[in-house]
């Protein structure tokens, strides 16, 4: 079955600190993948996706991630967190040319002054 | 990218009445999606609605409890339909826009709907 998993479900950060997220894929297929944001209250927003190509892609509010095809993950990360950065974030996945997203279960980043 | 209003933000219901939800697009989309995401957790989708089609369910969700419209490229409403508390949860709609590579989903607000 295909799956992405999110392994935290919270990851506390400090304000000023490098943030990581994780998320690692499997899938039968071509991936492309994704990241998106929740704040409280809100609907989902993309931040991110990755193609092909560079291995490192930068997205929206100075994310970045990095897919890793060895190890089937794709981690975003950002240099220096803010206390704003604090929602939920979620990874998908689209294999090939279907159009249907596979989700990950969420990771709640706090991010504490 | 798309933006995507979705109407009401937020109702409470009775018990065995009805509730239609609405998402509308600044622009002309081909494929919309339905949603369902318990406050905290991750997204079920309901429903893919193409327009100038019946709307493709996912297992476990039928037409006569959450019937989908898309009577154009930028409108589509989901009906649920005689409501119970398990209905309690927040509805996504979503958009997929054609972009470089691979096409992306925009999300509307949502709705959060309590059944009581």
């Known amino acids: 079955a295909q799956s992405v998993a999110q392994p935290e479900d919270q990851v506390n950060v400090a304000e000023g600190n490098p943030l990581t997220v994780k998320c690692t894929y499997s899938?039968?297929?071509?991936?492309?993948l994704f990241w998106y944001v929740q704040y409280p209250n809100r609907g989902l927003q993309f931040l991110l996706k990755?193609?092909?190509?560079d291995n490192l892609v930068k997205g929206s509010y100075g994310f970045e991630a990095e897919f890793n095809k060895s190890q089937t993950s794709f981690h975003l990360k950002k240099p220096s967190a803010l206390v704003s950065d604090s929602a939920l974030y979620f990874c998908?996945?689209?294999?090939?040319?279907?159009?249907?997203?596979?989700w990950g279960a969420g990771t709640k980043l706090i991010i504490k002054p | 990218s798309a933006v995507i209003s979705q109407k009401p933000s937020r109702d409470i219901c009775q018990r065995g009445t009805s509730l239609t939800i609405q998402c509308q697009v600044d622009?002309?989309?081909?494929?919309m999606f339905w949603y369902r995401q318990q406050p905290g957790q991750s997204l079920t989708l309901i429903a893919t609605?193409?327009?100038?089609?019946?709307?493709?369910?996912e297992s476990g969700f039928v037409i006569d409890k959450f019937p989908i419209s898309r009577p154009n490229l930028t409108f589509s409403t989901l009906t649920v339909s005689n409501m119970s508390p398990e209905d309690s949860s927040i509805y996504l709609c979503?958009?997929?826009?054609?972009?470089?590579?691979?096409?992306?989903?925009?999300f509307g607000p949502g709705t959060r709907l309590t059944v009581l």
């Open positions: 979503s958009v997929e826009v054609t972009g470089k590579g691979t096409d992306t989903q925009y």
């Open positions: 622009s002309q989309v081909t494929m």
């Open positions: 609605a193409n327009q100038g089609s019946e709307a493709t369910y």
């Open positions: 899938v039968s297929g071509n991936p492309y």
């Open positions: 990755y193609i092909t190509g």
């Open positions: 998908a996945v689209r294999v090939d040319s279907n159009y249907q997203l596979i």
